[in-house]
């Protein structure tokens, strides 16, 4: 019965599953334990059938075509709640996630990173932030054209994806600064787990333009309650030994 709403696209009542003879035998026999009257609608949206609405009852002559067109009210507006409630969650989505990375924005990191951070403090716990930065990342606009530079930073933030743990953050900082909380681990957790991103990002080369790039980060990393207290001050240290592994000849990590 269900599938033959979704097929046809079209309401359905059955008075009595024993005498209806549009549908198997084996349809009937199946359904007899179960109701013997039923009406149904298709929830539709865009010209989409997303699911049906239905009420089936044990009795036979249970619903009239009154009660059919009031469960079609029901779907029609049901509809458009759904399809409202998916625009909603997917503007909310798109709110907080980078157009090129797929990670998530500034502005909503930093929301989550403070609320890390109080976590943190109330559990005893400690984090690590680390803050990476393509190296000579304007070489690769300049040599394959502006659309490269965002494949390098759709390759990384890839490469980061596969690489965090479950609760951890990843954020699109900036141009093309990317930073990682990593939730529970302290300094030298955090440090091994930037190495292993610094050297997976260097092995996984990246092909533009038929020509093979070599990536390579470079990564600062400041730790709760090790180096600071406050959510600012983690950024600005992990941001300062960002800049001290670049003058110290990049593709480094700098947690000192």
Same mark, same amino acid.
């Not at 559990?123 to 394959?144: A, E, P, R, T």
């Not at 959510?231 to 240290?237: N, T, V």
């Given at each position: 019965f269900d599938h033959w709403v979704l097929k046809n696209r079209k309401s359905l009542i059955v008075e009595d599953v024993t005498m209806d003879f549009r549908f198997s035998t084996g349809d009937i026999e199946a359904s007899n334990d179960t109701f013997r009257s039923l009406i149904e609608t298709p929830l539709v949206v865009e010209d989409k059938v997303i699911g049906i609405l239905r009420?089936? =009852?044990?009795?036979?002559?249970?619903? =009239?075509q009154d009660d059919l067109r009031l469960l079609d009210i029901?779907?029609?507006l049901s509809?458009?709640?759904i399809q409202n409630a998916r625009l909603y969650s997917r503007t909310e989505e798109l709110s907080r996630k980078d157009g090129v990375t797929g990670l998530v924005v500034r502005r909503y990191f930093l929301e989550r990173f403070e609320e890390e951070v109080e976590r943190a403090a109330i559990?005893?716990?400690?984090? =690590?932030?680390?803050?990476?930065?393509?190296?000579?990342?304007?070489?690769?606009?300049?040599?394959?054209g502006h659309?490269?530079?965002?494949?390098?930073?759709r390759h990384l933030a890839k490469t980061l994806g596969s690489l965090i743990r479950e609760g951890d953050i990843a954020a699109r900082y900036g141009g093309e600064e990317m930073v990682l909380v990593l939730c529970g681990r302290n300094k030298k957790e955090a440090q091994t787990a930037a190495e292993e991103i610094r050297k997976a990002v260097k092995d996984r080369p990246l092909v533009l333009r038929r020509h093979t790039a070599n990536i390579t980060v =470079?990564?600062?990393?400041?730790?709760?309650?090790?180096?600071a207290m406050r959510?600012?001050?983690?950024?600005?240290?992990a941001d300062k030994r960002l800049y001290k592994a670049k003058d110290g000849g990049r593709d480094r990590v700098c947690s000192a």
């Open positions: 009420m089936d =009852s044990l009795e036979a002559l249970r619903y =009239s029901i779907a029609n509809a458009v709640t559990n005893k716990g400690m984090l =690590s932030v680390l803050i990476l930065d393509i190296d000579h990342f304007k070489n690769y606009n300049d040599k394959y659309a490269a530079g965002d494949l390098v930073l =470079s990564i600062g990393l400041a730790t709760y309650p090790e180096d959510e600012e001050d983690l950024i600005k240290i």
